[in-house]
């Protein structure tokens, strides 16, 4: 064994890490591999699963708006004012007779 | 702390010069891990578990605490692996985040679960076979490694255990390269007096 007259030996002492290592192996070192790989496994999963759900959140967000601004304008259209004329309506209605003034100012032009 | 039965010697690790010659090699299997590639990151969990299972039971003592604090930084590693920068040494990175879990978990610790002592090895009883004598240094090793501070004792064993250099350890602790050396030089004065202990004692 190494004497403390070189304290600060840049090199690992052999028989304190012998020692060390046989202290601290916990052994069984494929199960705890495995264990570790399986829980990345589950992991990719977890963060698969919740950017699908992500997703999810915002298309059912999405959705609610959409049924939301169809309910509204769906109602609108409902209770719209009555006296507001579409275009179908317009040209389909019977033309206006000329007004008292038109038909005074052509006699006078006829003149 | 319960003792294992004799586990078979472990994998060589990667360190120090090793470690360097397998950089890039590492940082290959970084990049194809970050692009999804699972046997990537398998193969770099396979290459430093033991490491870090060992820090991390250097830190905790307790060695389900310690499995449990090592998964939990490899996993961290793994969310984490686009900040790692692959001109550096991989271990130091990983070893660094390994740490700072089982730091984390022994301060979330609340109730300390320490086995006695076997009564036997307290009072330097018989020692009837050779892999009883192992099982009993071993013990009273993880007892004089446990009365070291923790930052002693996770640099004595990334130095004599697992071959990393006083700066890699630095980077790993965070503290200077001097106040390693000083780390590890303290806690090998202790280890060793044990240890010269033992030999006496035999």
Do not use: C
């Not at chain 2, 390994?98 to 307290?122: F, I, Q």
């Not at chain 2, 009883?125 to 490694?145: F, S, V």
């Not at chain 2, 060793?192 to 006496?200: I, N, P, T, V, Y």
Request: hydrophobic share 45%.
């Amino acid at each position: 064994m190494k004497q403390d007259s070189l304290p600060f030996d840049a090199r690992p002492d052999p028989v304190i890490g012998a020692a060390l290592r046989r202290a601290l192996d916990p052994g069984d070192h494929q199960r705890f591999v495995a264990r570790v790989l399986a829980r990345a496994e589950q992991l990719r999963t977890a963060s698969w699963d919740a950017v699908l759900a992500g997703w999810a959140r915002v298309g059912v967000a999405a959705a609610m708006i959409v049924a939301l601004a169809a309910g509204y304008l769906v109602g609108r259209g409902g209770t719209a004012a009555p006296g507001r004329a579409t275009v179908p309506d317009a040209l389909l209605a019977p033309s206006t007779p000329a007004a008292p003034v038109e038909v005074v100012f052509a006699s006078v032009i006829g003149n | 702390m319960t003792d294992p039965p004799d586990p078979p010697a472990p994998l060589p690790q990667p360190p120090g010069e090793a470690a360097r010659i397998g950089q890039q090699n590492e940082a290959d299997l970084v990049a194809h891990a970050l692009a999804g590639d699972r046997a990537a990151f398998g193969t770099l969990v396979e290459r430093y578990a033991a490491t870090a299972r060992r820090v991390a039971r250097a830190v905790l003592g307790d060695p389900d605490d310690a499995d449990d604090a090592a998964q939990d930084g490899m996993l961290s590693a793994l969310l984490k692996l686009e900040q790692y920068d692959p001109r550096r040494p991989f271990g130091p990175w990983l070893l660094r985040i390994v740490a700072n879990a089982a730091t984390d978990r022994r301060r979330r610790r609340t109730v300390r679960r320490v086995e006695p002592l076997d009564p036997g090895l307290v009072a330097g009883g018989a020692r009837p076979d050779r892999t009883a004598e192992r099982r009993a240094l071993a013990q009273r090793l993880r007892e004089a490694l446990a009365e070291l501070p923790e930052r002693r004792r996770v640099a004595v064993v990334l130095f004599d255990v697992e071959g990393y250099s006083h700066a890699e350890i630095a980077d790993v602790l965070g503290i200077p390269e001097g106040t390693v050396r000083s780390e590890v030089f303290h806690a090998r004065r202790r280890l060793r007096a044990l240890l010269g202990d033992w030999k006496e004692d035999a």
